[in-house]
């Protein structure tokens, strides 16, 4: 329903709220009048005297007025960060301890203290970049969801891989040596994965899920992952 609206990077919207200095709430009427349907939450950030507006899995941005909304992202100077992104990603966090653990491939290596969890699909060239940027961590442990959504040959591959006897060997071998594993008869929870992925809002793959419950998508360098989880309290 939003997003039709915004195909534009910039959209002029009528004055709504009739007030030349608006607070959260105001804004958050107004847009909601505007758009016909549910804002999920309205906040004034630091720049520039902008409204951040919250709509499912996305950010937009308003003035006091209510009239103009900006489709798009912020982006420090400074620092070079995607501060857009940022927010989005704690917006969309979860609560990691909520987690089916047991649907997925666990890997532990060295003392295994930090934590996080992925979603992946076989097929995904992007997965098999992060699976060879994982391969170099040490003291992790690592929850692989497999998510097949990019084909069945994608649902084949993630079904022989739990089947396996070892299905982390099997995950690897496949993910970063391009081997994949013989095909295997077991009850894999892929339907159970992929209800988990859709409770979740995750819309591709890969995904990652810090144990703060942050929500990372798509692949990022070793570096910049370790940097993330140093920063996790």
């Not at 857009?84 to 990691?96: C, D, H, M, V, Y």
């Not at 690592?142 to 060997?169: G, M």
Request: with cysteine; charged share 25%; hydrophobic share 40%.
């Amino acid at each position: 329903m939003f997003k039709k609206f915004i195909a534009p990077l910039l959209i002029a919207l009528p004055l709504v709220a009739g007030a030349a200095h608006a607070n959260e709430a105001a804004v958050k009427k107004s847009v909601e009048a505007w758009l016909g349907g549910k804002v999920t939450g309205v906040r004034k950030t630091e720049h520039l005297g902008l409204y951040e507006i919250h709509v499912g899995n996305e950010i937009y941005y308003t003035d006091e007025k209510v009239s103009l909304l900006f489709a798009g992202n912020i982006i420090d100077t400074k620092t070079r960060a995607n501060l857009t992104q940022e927010r989005l990603n704690k917006l969309s966090a979860i609560k990691f301890s909520d987690l089916p653990l047991e649907l997925a491939i666990k890997q532990v290596r060295g003392d295994g203290k930090r934590v996080f969890a992925t979603f992946e699909d076989p097929n995904c060239g992007y997965c098999k970049r992060l699976a060879k940027e994982l391969a170099g961590m040490n003291n992790v442990t690592i929850y692989t969801f497999l998510l097949p959504i990019l084909s069945q040959d994608s649902a084949e591959k993630s079904r022989a891989v739990w089947c396996a006897a070892d299905r982390a060997k099997a995950w690897n071998d496949l993910m970063v040596n391009n081997t994949p594993p013989a095909a295997g008869s077991c009850d894999a929870p892929t339907e159970k994965v992929v209800a988990l992925a859709q409770k979740y809002n995750i819309r591709g793959t890969p995904t990652i899920f810090l144990s703060n419950g942050e929500r990372i998508p798509g692949a990022l360098p070793v570096a910049q992952l370790e940097q993330k989880l140093a920063q996790v309290r």
